[in-house]
Nanobody, 124 residues
């Protein structure tokens, strides 16, 4: 089992930045594929970014490329999502996810472990 706890969400104006953190506990963190999903009101949950266990491979959803950066610190059992140039359409609950499969999945079903989510609101 892996437990994931997100933090860092909040309210920010368009064009601003936020950094989300996800602290993991439980089974060895360093061998897990990690990622972030988000869900806006009235919409389906969508993939944002996924990262391999080594951090060497990352896949970003097209709308966040060049604005969001995911990193991981295996020594601290933590992943981060740096979000810059935020837009109102980025408003959503952001979820940290993990899975022990080597492949980076882009569907919610690819991840066994989910955090409770953190709210990000971008005002125009």
């Amino acid at each position: 089992q892996v437990q994931l706890v997100e933090s860092g969400g909040g309210l920010v104006q368009a064009g601003g930045s936020l950094r989300l953190s996800c602290a993991a506990s439980g089974r060895p963190f360093s061998r897990y594929t990690m990622g972030w999903f988000r869900q806006a009101p009235g919409k389906e949950r969508e993939f944002v970014v996924g990262m391999s266990w080594s951090g060497g491979t990352r896949y970003y959803e097209d709308s966040v490329k060049g604005r969001f950066t995911m990193t991981r610190d295996n020594a601290k059992n933590t992943v981060y999502l740096q979000m810059n140039s935020l837009k109102p359409e980025d408003t959503a609950v952001y979820y940290c996810v993990a899975d022990d499969k080597l492949r980076i999945g882009v569907t919610s079903g690819a991840y066994d472990y989910w955090g409770q989510g953190t709210q990000v609101t971008v005002s125009s």
